[in-house]
């Protein structure tokens, strides 16, 4: 009990870390997967095919593949790149460096893996949209975009709410595999209070009961927000 209640702060460090790049990669994945799940649905074939890709290829493979061809695979890239520029070219050596920060590879790594989850989460909160809504707008002459932007888009926000809760407790639980490249979050402190002690059950213990403090909040914020949309959405009717 001394060992947790001491190695405390520093976990709560790690849970603040694992927070903010939680917030930071589902806020970023929001962008990307919008703009993904609207390119899913475009009657332009090149842009359906792009985001399809994209989706199937971040929901098809291991996050824990995807922070390592981010951390270690885009640096051997950009070399290549800036070889082949000063080769063919004769540019002058642009990077000195082509190593990634850890911090910048988590939240790349992260954001992508969120943001084609997300996509998934969008487009079905568009097509839940009653179709007879975008006939009538278009009806009243308002064109495809001022129907997306005013009529669907306001709908489908509310109807993703719980699913989107659910991606940010995935992601939170996930962010843990950023400590295979150094990132400090809260399973990295875990890693680094056991190594230095050599007591890894209560260390583990108290790391998985942050963990499910945390995931336990936010499902319980994500079901009072889901139940006032829904009353509210009664009380209109």
Same mark, same amino acid.
């Given at each position: 009990m001394g060992l947790i209640i001491q190695s405390l702060p520093y976990l709560v460090m790690g849970a603040v870390q694992t927070l903010k790049i939680t917030a930071v990669a589902v806020t970023l994945g929001c962008i990307f997967g919008l703009f993904a799940g609207m390119g899913r649905l475009s009657r332009r074939r090149l842009t359906s095919f792009l985001?399809?890709?994209? !989706?199937?290829?971040f929901r098809g493979t291991p996050?824990? !593949?995807q922070i390592f061809i981010v951390y270690y695979g885009f640096p051997q890239l950009l070399n290549e790149v800036q070889q082949f520029l000063i080769t063919h070219f004769g540019l002058p050596q642009l990077l000195q460096t082509t190593h990634i920060p850890v911090f910048v590879a988590a939240t790349v790594s992260t954001s992508l893996n969120s943001g084609a989850y997300v996509a998934e989460i969008f487009r079905a909160g568009i097509q839940s949209i009653d179709r007879g809504q975008v006939e009538a707008a278009r009806s009243l002459g308002m064109t495809e975009g001022q129907t997306m932007r005013y009529i669907v888009l306001p709908q489908a926000f509310k109807r993703v709410i719980p699913p989107l809760g659910n991606e940010f407790i995935a992601m939170l639980k996930d962010t843990s595999l950023l400590s295979?490249?150094?990132? !400090?979050?809260?399973?990295?402190?875990?890693q680094l209070i056991s190594a230095a002690t050599f007591k890894p059950l209560q260390v583990y213990f108290a790391v998985a009961l942050i963990y499910l403090a945390m995931t336990f909040t936010i499902s319980r914020? !994500?079901?009072y927000l889901e139940r006032r949309l829904r009353t509210g959405d009664h009380d209109r009717g």
């Open positions: 985001a399809t890709c994209y !989706v199937d290829f996050l824990l !593949v295979v490249i150094g990132y !400090v979050e809260l399973t990295r402190q875990g914020l !994500v079901d």
